[in-house]
């Protein structure tokens, strides 16, 4: 468990983060850390404001108040390929696919590889393809990149979206219900995939429902309620009942 | 940062779909390319002239006519969008097209003095490299293609309009204009190059017609484009979820006006080759053409509600409305009829694609 004092520089710092829509304060002087190589759980009943949350950070809308610091420097993200830039990858809770597209072109959406012949560039379909199959074997999902993703199980179009956030290096994932609607084996391999993104010093984000997801793999928990952050504390100093009752308003703050 | 793996991933759940049930043979295109082929052998049997050299290259020349229009529009429709904006495209670049190169061609015209002059038998000549006058009088054609699509496209991406109001606008615009500056009066392609013009348009090589191979050259370069780069990935992502493509970086803005651009341009070339074969481009040409055109693409399997389509369909579409035309002719049916069973046509093409799909 990677002790948060001790980690360094945090590699996502938000401060005093705020967002009005209109007359509605969906989020209200939210602070958060995230160290490199740790996950947090972050937790809320719906419209607690998770989602706004996300959404700032990936570069979806900007804050109306605070201050994103990634890896100690200010950011301002105008679209989420500026947050992607940086090394921000999200797995959107609609996984964001193009069902029409096979599973490798997916993967792949926006970054293409490409070969070159004289002034033309052509999609390279093979090395797309090889480098999907990879990261599906590294994801132990059983999908094939020549297939599309129509004809796909909820759990194969969610290793397609996240194999997308292994394809570059990036330093904070977040992850939106990945394990909403899986099968139990396929929990089992997202949460393991989540234990090596840590191995790898990568910060993740997990925002989920699921008690006993965000107790298996989370180093810290922070639960919103009304737009406000009500506690932030280690796995280990908390219960899935303290949980609960932070989340429901049982128990005001902890 | 490659994860190390465990073991080799095994496919014990997940067969390989079957040869006939993805890629082509999965598609409305295909099953429309079969009925066709079995079209074309009942034609065989049932009219003796029907496969006679002048008729086939009767009906690959009338086919063409459309089906540059229709690999156009067939972009349009795998991003999700539409252009009601063709036929009259088609009729303003023809009227600008004769327009400018009777311009150039006229001595006392503006600018005509750079391109010809009088010689001594006093008939015009042109004063330099033949030919000269035929590109720019098409060039002017297509830049105002160029232009009327980007004005489409940037409505539609920018401003967020909805592509059939937009384009359904710029087919009255662009009519209207055609109406303004002919003065409703039929243009003539004339002067020294339009000999060159006809020859290109009406033409034919070696018993093919020229606009046919335009065509295929077109198709082909559409096949590539579309599957083999970064462009037609992005559209077909574009047609198979908007939001998706935004997500993950797809300059969606930029894509979009391209797509309009193209089909606006492939429009107006499609409506100079036209005008070559009807020897002038009238104010009223094309008219309604936009119909024939999005009926042929959705015929071949483009799909309006975006994300499918191919050049294949879009020319196979064409295809099978001409040869379907040419049969009731042949057959001495009335020509009434032919708008009718074009209608019958695209619902069943729709219809047996749907119950297909069911059935999967």
């Not at chain 1, 009304?226 to 308003?249: H, M």
């Not at chain 2, 063409?64 to 690999?71: Q, T, V, Y």
């Not at chain 2, 004769?98 to 000549?125: C, E, N, Q, R």
């Not at chain 2, 992005?234 to 930029?254: Q, S, Y």
């Amino acid at each position: 468990m990677v002790d948060a004092a001790a980690a360094g520089q945090p590699v996502l710092e938000l401060t005093g983060i705020g967002k009005d829509f209109g007359a509605i304060r969906a989020l209200h002087g939210m602070d958060i850390q995230i160290f490199p190589g740790e996950v947090v759980g972050l937790m809320g009943d719906n419209g607690a404001g998770k989602s706004t949350l996300v959404k700032i950070i990936a570069g979806n809308f900007a804050p109306s108040h605070g201050e994103i610091r990634f890896e100690g420097k200010t950011v301002h993200f105008h679209r989420p390929v500026d947050a992607r830039a940086v090394g921000i990858e999200v797995v959107y809770q609609d996984l964001a696919l193009a069902d029409n597209l096979t599973a490798a072109a997916n993967v792949f959406l926006g970054r293409e590889l490409q070969r070159s012949f004289g002034p033309f560039h052509f999609l390279d379909h093979k090395a797309m393809a090889a480098r999907a199959l990879e990261l599906f074997g590294e994801l132990r999902s059983e999908t094939r990149p020549q297939h599309l993703v129509k004809q796909m199980s909820g759990g194969q179009r969610q290793a397609v979206a996240i194999a997308r956030t292994r394809l570059s290096n990036a330093k904070l994932v977040m992850m939106d219900e990945p394990t909403a609607a899986i099968s139990v084996r396929q929990v089992e391999q997202v949460l393991s995939l989540i234990h090596r993104l840590k191995e790898q010093g990568v910060a993740v984000m997990l925002i989920s429902h699921r008690m006993p997801d965000v107790f298996a793999v989370c180093d810290r928990v922070v639960v919103m309620r009304r737009g406000e952050k009500k506690a932030d504390r280690p796995i280990r100093d908390t219960s899935p009942e303290e949980v609960t009752a932070l989340i429901t308003g049982a128990k005001e703050t902890a | 940062m490659a994860l190390p793996m465990e073991s080799p991933i095994s496919f014990a759940n997940v067969g390989h779909v079957r040869w006939w049930r993805r890629g082509f043979f999965n598609s409305q295109t295909a099953y429309v390319t079969f009925a066709l082929l079995v079209l074309l052998v009942v034609m065989h049997f049932a009219s003796p002239y029907f496969f006679t050299e002048g008729n086939v290259q009767n009906v690959a020349k009338n086919f063409s006519f459309i089906a540059i229009a229709a690999l156009g529009v067939t972009f349009v429709i795998i991003t999700g969008g539409i252009d009601l904006s063709v036929g009259s495209m088609m009729c303003l670049s023809a009227m600008v097209t004769s327009m400018v190169m009777t311009g150039l061609s006229t001595p006392g015209m503006p600018g005509a003095s750079l391109f010809v002059h009088i010689a001594a038998d006093g008939k015009t000549a042109a004063a330099n490299v033949p030919g000269l006058i035929l590109i720019v009088s098409v060039l002017a054609g297509l830049g105002t293609a160029l232009v009327v699509g980007f004005v489409n496209g940037f409505c539609i991406a920018v401003f967020g309009l909805s592509p059939f109001v937009t384009t359904l606008g710029m087919l009255s615009i662009v009519r209207g204009l055609g109406y303004v500056i002919s003065n409703g009066r039929g243009s003539f392609p004339g002067g020294p190059d339009a000999g060159y013009f006809y020859a290109l348009t009406s033409g034919d090589v070696l018993g093919i017609p020229a606009p046919f191979i335009y065509l295929v050259i077109l198709a082909a370069v559409m096949a590539v484009v579309l599957h083999h780069t970064t462009f037609g990935r992005h559209v077909f992502a574009l047609g198979g979820n908007e939001k998706a493509a935004e997500l993950t970086g797809i300059p969606v803005v930029r894509v979009k006006i391209e797509v309009y651009v193209i089909c606006a341009m492939a429009a107006g070339l499609q409506g100079i080759i036209v005008s070559g074969w009807l020897g002038s481009a009238p104010a009223n040409m094309a008219t309604s053409y936009e119909l024939n055109v999005i009926a042929a693409a959705v015929i071949g399997g483009a799909n309006l509600a975006g994300g499918i389509g191919g050049p294949l369909g879009a020319i196979v579409g064409c295809v099978l409305l001409e040869v379907i035309r040419n049969g009731l002719v042949l057959a001495q049916v009335n020509s009434y009829w032919q708008q009718a069973l074009v209608g019958v046509i695209i619902i069943l093409a729709v219809l047996v694609d749907r119950i297909r799909s069911r059935m999967m």
